[in-house]
Each structure stands twice: as C-alpha cells, then as structure tokens.
C-alpha cells in the first residue's frame, strides 16, 4: 500500500500539465531503453515504432477515458456501451467518408472530406447517446448501464448483418460492408500526407538515425491523437469547472435533493451523455479506424471494459486522472507486456503446452518452464495481470491515482472574497 | 436592530389567524390530499393552509402522515388525490424542479449533504439561473468571462451564507465530514440559496444541540423578517409550540386538529392521539 501512495504523493506535488508530460515522457523513455536493449543495430527504428504505437494507444485511450469520466466519474451515468458508441462514430464517418467509386469489392459511400466524416460521425454518436439515454434517465443507474451494454451489442450485430452491407436508398449506394467492414478515407494516410510533404526534412533527418518513415507518420498519428486528447481535455475541464460541472456532479451524489434545488437534472443528464457519446465516436473512428479500415470486430465490448479499467486506475472523477490512467492503462499494463513478452529471454526453451507442465518443473527446481511459459503467453497473461492491479486498486486505494483529490467545480476562484471577510482571519 | 424592525418582527404573531379556514390570501392550500402505497393509506384526505409569512408547525405522532405529505407537496411523490395551491397556482404533482424554480423548496428529515462535494459547492450548486449551467457558455472562449462574473458574485454570496450559519470556516471541507448538527446547518444554508419564498423544514433539529438549536431558530425568525414562510414537521413540542403561531395536527393521515399553541394543548382529541387513547 505504502508503494502505491508513494507514487501518488510524487504525483501531488506537480502542477497538472507538467504532471502528464512527465508522465508520458517517463513511459516513452522506458519503452526506448527497452528497445535499445534488445534491438541491437535496428535500435533506434524499434524504438520509434514502440514510441509511435504506444502514442497512439495512450491518445486514444485518454480520449476515451476523459469522456467516460464526463458520464461516469462526474455525472455518475453508467455507460458500459462505449464499444457501441464508437462504433456509431466511425462507422458514420467511414460511410461518410469512403470514395462513391470503390471500385470491385469495395462499399460505396459519399466521399466526403474527412473533416466532414468526423464531426458527422461526432454528432451521430452524439444523437445516438440521447436516444440511449431517453428512456433509462427517468430509471436508475443500473437500467442505464443494461440498456447501453445491449444497445452496444445492437450495433455491433447490426453493422454485421449482410442485409445492410451495401443498400440504396434514393439512388444513392451506400452501406456498412457486413461482416467483412469497410474502407475510407484513412485518417492515418491524411497525416502521412502532410509528414511526407511539409515534413519531408524531418522525415529525411529521422531516416539519417536509421528511423523508418511509416515510423515517423506512426509517431506524428500519435502525436495527433494526443493534441486531439489535450482539446478533449480542455473543453472537459472547462465544462466540468463550471455551474453545468457543478450539476453534473451533484446528480451524482444526489440526485433528488438536486432536483429539490430546482435543476432539471434530466436535461443536465441528457447533455453530459451526448458530449461523452461524441467523443466516444471520435475515438473510434480515430482509434479503431485509424488506418481507413473498420470491421464490426473491432467494436466488442472488452474494450468498454478496458476504458472503464483505465478510469478506475486513474481516478474516477478527476480529467487529469483520466489521462494518466488511459497512460498507465495502455502503455504499462496493455503495451509493455507484450513487448517484454517479445523479447524477453526464455533461455532458449520452448513454451510447455501447458500451465500444469510448467508449474510442474518447479518441483525439480527448475524455473525455466515456467518463465518460458509465461513469456509465451503474455499476451493472454497480461489480462491476469490487468485483474490483479484492479482487484489491489479496488481494495486499497479506491479513488485511483488521483481520484481522491478535492476539485471543487467552480470557473472561478473560491477563497472568501475580501468585501465579505468580516474581520476574521482566513489564512 | 432599530425598533422599527422590532415590531414588524412581532407583528405577524398577533396577527395570523388561529384557524386556516380564516387565513384570506394563503401561501400553500393543501385540499383534500391522498396518498396510497399499495393498500395502506399514508395520507388520507388532508386539508390545510399556510399564512403567507408565518411559521407554521406541522406536528402528529409517528406515521400520522407528515412525511409523504412533505413529499407530496414538494412534488417527490404524485398524491393519488387531492390538490396542492402555491401562491394561486394548482401545483399538484409538478416534478421538484419546477416547485424549487417557482419558489417552494423542502429541507430532508435525514439531512443529504453532496458529500463528495465541498461545503462551498453544495452552498453554490443551489441559486437558481445561473449562467454557467449551460455548458456551451462555460467552455466558449468570451462567453466563459461572462460566466466567471456570474459566478464571482454567487461566490460572495455563498460565503455571504455560510458566515450566516457559522459553518464558513468548513467551506472547503468535503460536506461528508460535516457532523450531523452541521449538515443540517448546511442544508439551510443551501436551501436559502435558491431564493425561496416558503421553505418546507422536515424535523431541522432532530439530533441538534441545543445551542446549535437556538441558533437554527434565530435565523429562521430572522428569515421570516425578510417575508419567507416556514413550514416545520417537527417532534420536539416546546419548540412548536414557544414558535409556531399556527399549528396542524395529523392523525392518522388526517387534519386533526389545528390552531395556536392553547388552542391545541387544550385539545382533548390531541391529547389522545399522542397517548394513544380510544377516540
């Protein structure tokens, strides 16, 4: 326990911004000492492509957690759709976006910018959400979170299903591609696109050190999410620090004295959910439709839960503790093991076939089995792991890494103005 | 306190009625009001009337019906029948919100805190209107400065109220904190907020000392100055009736009885309700 509380105390006395850079630089640094430790001459390459992906991971993942913390952590909305949601806003944007002249195989769609596809697919996302949340408001928390996770589950079959794969509807051809997905205008090509150009001197700089170009665009698609991730953050701050945060937050610890106090805590509801519902689809046309592909595989509900593991970690409740969750989530707990796995030394021995063998050389006192076994399977073990750290946060420290501190939601400064200090002494 | 404020503060006393059916311009009129759950009646056809600016104790024994009244008016139930009148207005079975926005707001018998919420927060969530509840005002750039003035005087007015109650120095303690006397502090503190013109007070001093309880009372004598009207539950008798000028008895989800504090001490029936004799 005292571990845990240690990192948090460090954590406490950092400023916010400067809280996350160093975090995000702390794990970019240890997945580069990783890379030069096991990539030899391709070093640097490696390392770029850990960094770029991680990036893109922890940028997607923040998106996603910041806007859960809206509906869950303030507002106390128990969404565990979220699979759904994004599944909404990137399928929009992909049938928004896919060229109207696919050519053979390809789901035609209306070729719009992506820009256009985005916001599009936002506002979808968005009006889908109210839809949601229409009928469970006037129920409690519990009917909210069965009507999202069926509703999620909904979407998914039914951007699956063939009947819907490609229609026509007033002479215009259009569809979802079934089960085998669609293709569109990648966001990931948009950003090589402007690297290649305008970026070319640092592409060819990043090529001088031996860094690949895809691994350049891979970092600047990261990058990019991470910005998108900071806006997120910066207009959720704004909402949360303010009157409406104010709502928000009071619903969720009562919500019928804050009705008693004259708020229409159904439209406040209603409004918060939208806002996460739009982000949401953001997230997964960006995140899952990264590379101008989507299938309804990508939109299971695990990942609900993988959003809903980083709040928790980072601190329900706190827009800071969101991101760093979605960064100790994604990067620590999702990412590196599996990178460890890669390359970690199994001491040239072959995974047993099983758990029991490998338990079963220790009796001989002979670990190697075992390590191998662990190393071979890390990427299914990690989610062992991901349980573990949850069960110990649950337990020990329930507000996460930063959910346990006092942000009062206010946009202004709330010490004893002067006028009313009445003589007495406040410091 | 000059003395011109000395007599208006006397002057309802004398004046108020002794009897509802006598009050001319009622605040709250109460007709005929039922409440089912399921088979048992809590509430079984109750009329009454609250003076506007009095403060009026509404008393009866355990399960008479006071509560889900309460709850009936405030709009946290839908009554099965009767109707509910606030200053003219049928108002019967409006949600909260809208009671609370015309006016009519209720403290909790268990107090509710937003405990995970400052002192300061739970004061400055109450005022009605305010600006920054739009979340689009609160994140566009120029739109947000106008906000942050709104919010700079609801600031000083929070303080403002909480320097009333004495609980100013808890501002920025989380409201769970609070010990059970302060909550109910802070529960007027942040009904006052909403700028009511009655408040519904459900059993304020149950589990208050009695410094603290004197306190409460100054500052409701204080608010009735102002033209607020009070509407108490409450189980403590001397309270009721060294302040109420006009007091409701329920029994058994009806108006037994109502009147001054003589009228209803002297009151066979009254008594055997609270003893639990055969009527």
């Not at chain 1, 770029?52 to 957690?65: D, H, K």
């Not at chain 1, 509906?71 to 699979?83: H, M, R």
């Given at each position: 326990m005292s571990g845990f509380e240690d990192v948090r105390d460090r954590l406490e006395a950092l400023p916010d911004a400067a809280l996350v850079v160093s975090f995000l630089v702390g794990i970019w640094l240890l997945l580069t000492l990783l890379a030069f430790a096991v990539g030899g001459a391709q070093s640097?390459?490696?390392?770029?492509?850990?960094?770029?992906?991680?990036?893109?991971?922890?940028?997607?993942?923040?998106?996603?957690?910041?806007?859960?913390?809206?509906?869950?952590?303030?507002?106390?909305?128990?969404?565990?759709?979220?699979?759904?949601?994004?599944?909404?806003?990137?399928?929009?944007?992909?049938?928004?976006?896919?060229?109207?002249?696919?050519?053979?195989?390809?789901?035609?769609?209306?070729?719009?910018?992506?820009?256009?596809?985005?916001?599009?697919?936002?506002?979808?996302?968005?009006?889908?959400?109210?839809?949601?949340?229409?009928?469970?408001?006037?129920l409690r928390a519990d009917y909210l979170a069965i009507v999202t996770v069926a509703l999620s589950e909904i979407i998914r079959l039914f951007v699956n299903w063939g009947g819907v794969a490609e229609v026509e509807v007033f002479g215009k051809r259009f569809g979802t591609g079934g089960a085998t997905g669609i293709s569109f205008k990648s966001p990931d090509e948009v950003v090589a696109t402007l690297v290649n150009g305008p970026g070319q001197p640092l592409v060819a700089a990043a090529e001088s050190v031996g860094i690949s170009g895809p691994n350049v665009v891979n970092m600047a698609y990261g990058l990019s999410l991470l910005a998108i991730a900071a806006g997120s953050y910066w207009v959720l701050s704004r909402v949360s620090d303010s009157p409406f945060g104010r709502v928000l937050k009071a619903i969720r610890e009562d919500e019928t004295v804050t009705q008693s106090l004259g708020k229409d805590t159904r439209l406040f509801k209603i409004k918060a959910f939208m806002i996460g519902c739009a982000l949401m689809g953001l997230a997964g046309a960006l995140f899952r439709g990264g590379a101008g592909y989507i299938s309804p595989a990508q939109f299971r509900p695990v990942i609900t839960f993988y959003v809903f593991a980083a709040l928790i970690i980072g601190g329900s409740g706190s827009n800071t503790g969101s991101i760093l969750g979605a960064a100790t989530f994604s990067a620590l707990l999702f990412y590196l093991p599996a990178r460890l796995g890669e390359y970690f030394p199994t001491f040239g021995r072959s995974a047993p076939g099983n758990v029991f063998e490998a338990i079963a050389a220790l009796g001989s006192l002979d670990p190697t089995p075992l390590v191998a076994y662990t190393v071979g399977n890390i990427s299914t073990l990690r989610f062992v792991l991901i349980g573990a750290v949850l069960v110990y946060i649950i337990q020990n420290q329930p507000d996460g890494l930063l959910g346990h501190r006092n942000e009062p939601a206010a946009s202004v400064d709330l010490r004893r103005p002067r006028s009313a200090d009445g003589g007495e002494t406040d410091e | 306190m000059s003395d011109a404020e000395t007599v208006e503060r006397t002057m309802p006393e004398s004046d108020v009625p002794t009897t509802s059916d006598a009050i001319d311009s009622p605040l709250l009129e109460v007709d005929g009001l039922r409440k089912q759950f399921g088979g048992v009646t809590a509430v079984d056809g109750a009329s009454f009337k609250v003076a506007k600016g009095s403060f009026t104790g509404l008393i009866g024994p355990n399960g008479a019906g006071k509560s889900t009244t309460f709850n009936c008016i405030t709009g946290i139930h839908e009554p099965t029948a009767g109707t509910v009148t606030f200053d003219g207005h049928d108002v019967t079975g409006l949600a909260p919100y809208t009671l609370a926005k015309r006016g009519l707001v209720r403290t909790f018998q268990i107090a509710r805190e937003l405990s995970e919420m400052t002192v300061l927060e739970n004061v400055m969530l109450a005022p009605p209107g305010q600006l920054g509840e739009s979340a689009l005002r609160s994140v566009v750039p120029g739109l947000r400065e106008r906000v942050q003035r709104d919010e700079t005087e609801v600031v000083e007015a929070a303080w403002e109220t909480l320097e009333f109650f004495e609980i100013d120095h808890l501002a920025h303690e989380n409201a769970g904190n609070l010990s059970g006397g302060q909550r109910k502090l802070l529960e007027m503190a942040r009904v006052l907020m909403t700028e009511p013109e009655m408040v519904l007070l459900d059993e304020p001093l149950a589990g208050v000392n009695p410094t603290l309880e004197e306190k409460l009372l100054d500052r409701i004598d204080e608010l009735r100055q102002d033209g607020l009207t009070f509407l108490l539950v409450e189980h403590d008798m001397d309270v009721i009736m060294n302040h109420c000028e006009h007091i409701i008895v329920m029994h058994q989800g009806q108006v037994l009885a109502e009147g001054d504090a003589d009228t209803i001490q002297s009151d066979e029936r009254v008594l055997e309700a609270y003893l639990g004799g055969d009527v």
């Open positions: 640097a390459n490696l390392a770029a492509g850990f960094v770029g992906s991680v990036t893109v991971l922890v940028g997607a993942y923040a998106i996603l957690t910041l806007a859960l913390n809206l509906q869950w952590g303030y507002t106390g909305l128990f969404n565990i759709g979220i699979a759904g949601f994004m599944a909404v806003g990137a399928y929009t944007t992909a049938i928004l976006t896919a060229p109207v002249d696919p050519g053979a195989g390809g789901v035609p769609g209306f070729g719009l910018p992506l820009l256009v596809g985005l916001l599009g697919g936002m506002v979808m996302a968005a009006i889908v959400g109210a839809i949601a949340a229409l009928p469970a408001l006037r | -």
